[in-house]
């Protein structure tokens, strides 16, 4: 009997030790305000910063990266390189997407090419993520659970991009469904299903009940999540402040100390990968296709006075677009310094004496300050004899602009970078390598595309690092395709009842949060 005893409690001991990881079941609501939403819910179409608070919450992807930026498994168990231009990844078994049709080799396949073959799906226009897979060639269905993928040449960053754009989907729901439903009905594996989507208001998401990871890293913890979309700051912190919210992002700096001195809240700060510049739109009939209006507009503005005053210190100038926490930052490089009667000589020279006149857009609601920086740097330019004509309207109106926009050549805007890789930064901002409308810049130079990718070939981590380092002093010192301004940390808060922490690219997912 004494034997028994012991072994029954050895046996319950075992239990509690393989069950102490594993999460409740998901229980009561949580509400939170984000400043933005994505203009669709097709996950293979877009980028940009609100799709990396919405997505994870649906979708899964191959890959993840966890606090520290680090590259973890998520669909993907594992993965080696097989070959200088081949990937092999295994997935986890018995996954079922939130429709019921199982999640294997074929759905990775249909998931990865329906972005870089995106002819073949019946789409119009190509992707905007397919600048982060333009090396992808085709994938490779081993079994059910193995696939191969191929790039046309050796990338060293394949996999980088897969932790946040390329997630799976089901094929046999996205083949047969069309493409304006799929914006609005998305059907994922996430841990999250989205039941509801009033636009510019409010997203309803619903847990998984059959999420396939029951421990604590991707499952959700609340049975339901209010999504309210509030892009003007001050809205947003009143609704924490009364109590609507449990949590909001982006807190305004001005709004800090009312916050810390409130004994329900708690603020949230922490450093941030993200950069914020001005993007000029350069075409060879504007102002910004010389070099030297590009340099006069980083002269003109004052960047330490703004952060020191607007930002109340929450930010750290910068020297190009890729901060201190960033792979292929430069330490060598300095910031431009404000020198707005450089500025002026730099415009004459260009055959500007008097100035121009152009519109300056900040998207409301979406960067730290934004629209008060923004007006600072437009009475900055206002100086050196540039009037910037300050325009604040929605993220999503700016993005269904931006084709006209570059083609028409001539108006700056306000945009901020979030990327944890150099090559993102490059491809994305400035590299022949990704379509003109999609870059954002227009900015072309051939001897930058060699370098980078070079850089993206290469293998050895110290040597690809400098050759990034190289294209940041060519950027910072020759060519100043945007205005370079600071580094954001990012500010965030939240009532003390709620569990959670901030992650350095700034990106706040629900199913993270506890109570």
């Not at 870089?116 to 897979?133: A, D, L, P």
């Not at 604590?216 to 979309?229: E, H, M, N």
């Not at 300050?390 to 602009?401: D, Y």
Request: hydrophobic content about 40%; glycine content about 6%; proline content about 6%.
């Amino acid at each position: 009997m004494k034997k028994l005893s012991i072994f029954l409690v050895l046996v319950f001991s075992i239990f509690l030790l393989n069950t102490a990881d594993l999460v409740a079941a998901p229980k009561g609501t949580i509400k939170v305000g984000f400043t933005s939403q994505p203009s669709t819910f097709d996950p293979h179409r877009i980028t940009g910063f609100p799709m990396n608070l919405h997505y994870p919450l649906v979708f899964d992807n191959l890959v993840f990266r966890d606090r520290s930026g680090k590259i973890i498994p998520k669909l993907a168990k594992s993965w080696k390189n097989l070959s200088k231009t081949t990937v092999e990844f295994k997935l986890r078994k018995g996954i079922k997407f939130s429709n019921g049709e199982d999640l294997d080799a074929h759905a990775v396949k249909y998931s990865l090419e329906r972005i870089v073959k995106w002819k073949k799906y019946g789409f119009k226009k190509q992707s905007r993520q397919i600048g982060y897979f333009r090396s992808l060639s085709h994938v490779d269905v081993v079994d059910k659970y193995t696939v191969h993928v191929h790039s046309k040449y050796p990338d060293q960053f394949m996999i980088s991009p897969l932790t946040s754009y390329g997630a799976i989907v089901p094929p046999k729901y996205y083949s047969s469904t069309p493409h304006k439903k799929l914006a609005r009905k998305p059907i994922g594996s996430g841990p999250y299903v989205l039941k509801s989507w009033k636009k510019g208001e409010e997203l309803v998401y619903v847990a998984n009940p059959n999420y396939w990871d029951k421990r604590k890293l991707f499952a959700p913890k609340f049975k339901k999540a209010i999504v309210k979309i509030i892009p003007e700051p001050t809205t947003r912190v009143s609704a924490l402040l009364s109590g609507e919210l449990d949590l909001i992002n982006q807190v305004p700096p001005q709004w800090v100390g009312k916050i810390k001195s409130n004994p329900n809240l708690d603020l949230v700060s922490a450093p941030s990968v993200r950069t914020c510049f001005v993007v000029m739109i350069i075409k060879k009939d504007s102002p910004w296709a010389s070099a030297k209006v590009r340099k006069a507009m980083n002269y003109a503005v004052n960047k330490d006075l703004i952060v020191n005053t607007i930002l109340k210190g929450y930010a750290k100038v910068v020297a190009t677009n890729v901060g201190p926490t960033s792979f292929g930052y430069n330490p060598d490089l300095k910031p431009y310094p404000y020198d707005p009667e450089l500025a002026k000589n730099l415009l004459a020279e260009a055959g500007f004496p008097n100035g121009f006149e152009v519109d300056l857009y900040v998207p409301l609601g979406r960067y730290l300050g934004g629209k008060e920086a923004t007006e600072a740097i437009s009475g900055m330019l206002k100086k050196v004899g540039v009037t910037a004509n300050v325009k604040t309207p929605r993220w999503g109106t700016i993005v269904k602009k931006s084709k006209a926009r570059w083609n028409k050549g001539n108006k700056p805007f306000w945009w901020l970078g979030c990327r944890m890789d150099m090559h993102l930064h490059s491809e994305g901002m400035y590299a022949g390598q990704v379509v003109s409308w999609a870059s954002w810049t227009g900015f072309r130079d051939k001897f930058i595309d060699k370098l980078a990718k070079d850089a993206r070939s290469t293998i050895d981590y110290k040597t690809r690092e400098k050759k990034y380092q190289r294209i940041n002093r060519i950027l910072r010192e020759d060519k100043a395709p945007l205005v370079f301004l600071w580094q954001n940390d990012q500010i965030h808060a939240k009532k003390k009842s709620i569990k959670w922490s901030a992650r350095p690219n700034s990106v706040v997912l629900v199913n993270e949060m506890s109570r």
